[in-house]
């Protein structure tokens, strides 16, 4: 008698999905339910928590510092939105442009800063903003008769438009080529017409070229809106030290870090953590509801 393999077309499919079931368990979905049970606890030693009820939750409320983290992080967010936005979308209807030069170098030039390590990128901007009187952009002031400032440690918005600045070079890059790619899938056809019926390049832009990339638009606010609260690589470099004045640089996903791991305090950090996820799957609804994600356009 023939004896039947492991391997059979009916095993087959959940033997070939058992290593994604079983690390998307293993990495997500335990570290989620270990993360609730934490918030409830606080710890007292190594590997040992004591029950504390809400009052993880509860700490939430009076916490001086959480506000300032949750302004930073909405500061930031919106900052980049709006930065990455108009900018990538300019830069890619010129480098969509046949008659831009050289247009395809600067296509490749563009996502460099992309494939740059999140710890030299910071590095770098740290010692570019520095409070040195010699560092680049004091030199620059300097030539401009104005004093030489201390940018990361100077204000809260000073603070904020670092980590713009900082995310949006090493972003952009990506961001102009998901609307490049969006840009090539709009029909010539569409723009002949349109000039045809006398729009000039405005009317053009905004009546055939924003509702051609409507989709890769909605995607990009996205991505940018939740790279922005959940930000942590940038904040951490470029304010390596545990404290700021004011909490300048201080994101949400950093003071959980600080809390976790500098604090020790892991039930506090789990509670910060699922209060961010929680309030992360309401604004996942609110945008697909605002912007009608998954409905079927009618003809």
């Known amino acids: 008698m023939k004896k039947r393999g492991i391997i059979t077309q009916k095993t087959a499919p959940y033997l070939f999905c058992a290593p994604f079931v079983l690390s998307f368990c293993i990495f997500l979905i335990y570290p989620m339910i270990n993360m609730i049970y934490l918030s409830f606890r606080k710890m007292q030693g190594i590997g040992s928590y004591r029950y504390v009820g809400t ?96 940018w990361l440690y100077d204000t809260k918005l000073t603070g904020i438009i670092t980590l713009v600045i900082t995310s949006t070079w090493r972003w952009l890059g990506t961001n102009v080529l998901y609307f490049l790619s969006a840009l090539q899938t709009i029909p010539e056809e569409l723009y002949d017409a349109a000039y045809v019926d006398g729009a000039n390049a405005r009317q053009r832009f905004f009546h055939v070229t924003i509702p051609g990339i409507r989709p890769i638009l909605i995607f990009v606010v996205t991505i940018l809106t939740y790279g922005g609260l959940r930000m942590f690589g940038e904040s951490y470099v470029l304010w390596p030290n545990n404290t700021t004045p004011g909490d300048i640089g201080l994101t949400i996903v950093l003071y959980i870090y600080r809390t976790a791991f500098g604090q020790f305090d892991m039930g506090y950090a789990s509670a910060m953590s699922v209060v961010l996820f929680v309030f992360l799957m309401i604004l996942n609804i609110i945008y697909i509801r605002f912007f009608g994600i998954g409905k079927k356009e009618e003809a």
């Open 55 to 150: 009052a993880n939750y509860k700490r939430i409320l009076t916490d001086t510092h959480i506000g300032t983290a949750i302004w930073n992080s909405i500061g930031f967010t919106v900052g980049i939105i709006v930065v990455n936005v108009v900018l990538a979308l300019l830069l890619a209807v010129v480098l969509n442009n046949r008659l831009t030069p050289l247009r395809n170098v600067f296509r490749s030039a563009i996502y460099i800063p992309a494939l740059t390590s999140i710890i030299v990128a910071g590095i770098f901007f740290r010692l570019f903003f520095g409070s040195n009187a010699d560092t680049p952009l004091n030199t620059v002031m300097r030539f401009f008769g104005a004093a030489p400032k201390e």
